[in-house]
């Protein structure tokens, strides 16, 4: 099984003081109790302050997005060399507000992932359903679109992606998939990698984002084929963060 992973996302939320308050306290409570992998995709401006705190590699910084082009006159955009400068291990693509408020295409966000793969860092490729999808029956079909466009696509390294399933309905809503449905998504999801890739996608992380707090944390790791999580808000609190990375074993 693959090593589990929990990533924080903080969205657009942070500070100076706050940045370094919350890195040095994560890190400096991180121990033996945690076995999984842990990073934290920061704000675009907090990157380089959050890589000069950490002292760990048990904790790893990302990004939250990435532009589709490699440099250039985009103003307002920033390129995966740029944040691969800045020692960034992970970057968040396709994420369900980046679809929803950004009008983000698959064809875009596969140009992305190839980006970041070509700077060696960990693409985590976000896909999901909305409430009116998922109430109307298409919660897989939309799911086997988001997917299928990397899946035709050979110059993407299947193996070196990470993969959330974050249904939109369950994003900061209070609502959560039951371990059980999300489980029955990660297994399809890892389906369409096996009649891909065969046996290999065994070992590709597929995580959970939707919601998750240390109340369900466990239940939801616990199922066959849910390799960790993608945290939103309880990302921004310590205690409640380092008691779900404990969960995922």
């Given amino acids: 099984m693959p090593k589990p992973l929990v990533i924080g996302n903080w969205k657009m939320n942070g500070s100076l003081e706050l940045t370094s308050e919350l890195i ?18 920061v704000p675009f401006v907090y990157i380089d302050l959050a890589r000069r705190i950490l002292t760990t590699q048990q904790l790893s910084i990302g990004a939250q997005n990435i532009s589709a082009y490699s440099g250039g006159a985009y103003t307002g955009e920033v390129s995966a060399a740029m944040l691969a400068e800045f020692g960034c291990r992970w970057v968040l693509i396709g994420h369900s507000e980046r679809r929803q408020l950004f009008k983000e295409t698959d064809n875009e966000l596969v140009l992305k992932l190839k980006l970041a793969q070509e700077n060696d860092m960990c693409a985590v490729f976000c896909v999901g359903e909305t409430q009116q999808e998922r ?78 707090k240390p109340e369900n944390a466990q239940s939801l790791f616990d199922q066959q084929d849910i390799n960790g999580g993608l945290i939103g808000g309880a990302s921004l609190d310590k205690d409640a963060f380092l008691s779900i990375c404990q969960n995922a074993k």
């Fill in 135 to 212: 109430e109307s029956g298409k919660a897989f079909s939309v799911i086997e679109r988001q997917i299928k466009t990397l899946l035709d696509d050979d110059n993407v390294c299947l193996e070196k992606v990470v993969f959330a399933y974050e249904p939109v309905w369950a994003i900061g809503t209070g609502l959560t998939a039951t371990p059980e449905e999300a489980q029955k998504v990660h297994a399809f999801i890892r389906d369409l990698l096996r009649n891909k890739i065969g046996q290999s996608a065994d070992k590709i992380r597929i995580i959970y984002g939707g919601s998750v």
């Fill in 24 to 41: 040095h306290s994560i890190e400096s409570s991180i121990d033996a109790k945690i076995s999984c992998e842990v990073g934290l995709c």
